[in-house]
């Protein structure tokens, strides 16, 4: 089964910095792609950024030149470098991993707990 474990959110000031990460357990983090999105009070769940296994990043345009998403496949870990905070990207934000079952289009998807992010301005 697989889990996925966020840590590194916080209060931080506007035009600040954060690194979130996401341990995944299980065996399909490599084969997986991976993504991280955020939910605002009063808000739906938004995509911030995707990463396929083979390292093809995609962003949204709010966070396009300030966040970078990574992967360590070797650790089975997720990153997100968000720089230039705006007081807009508070938020809870959650790890997903999305699976394809080999020879279907059927995907699986999982979800951590999320981690808080404050920017005040």
């Known amino acids: 089964q697989v889990q996925l474990v966020e840590s590194g959110g916080g209060l931080v000031q506007a035009g600040g910095s954060l690194r979130l990460s996401c341990a995944a357990s299980?065996?399909?983090?490599?084969?997986?792609?991976m993504g991280w999105y955020r939910q605002a009070p009063g808000k739906q769940r938004e995509l911030v950024a995707t990463?396929?296994?083979?390292?093809?990043?995609n962003y949204a345009d709010s966070v396009k030149g300030r966040f970078t998403i990574s992967r360590d496949n070797a650790k089975n870990t997720l990153y997100l470098q968000m720089s230039s905070l705006k007081p807009e990207d508070t938020a809870v934000y959650y790890c997903n991993l999305e699976y394809t079952i080999p020879m279907t289009n059927y995907a699986k998807n999982y979800w951590g707990q999320g981690t808080q992010v404050t920017v005040s301005s």
């Open positions: 299980g065996n399909i983090f490599s084969i997986a792609v």
């Open positions: 990463i396929t296994r083979g390292g093809t990043t």
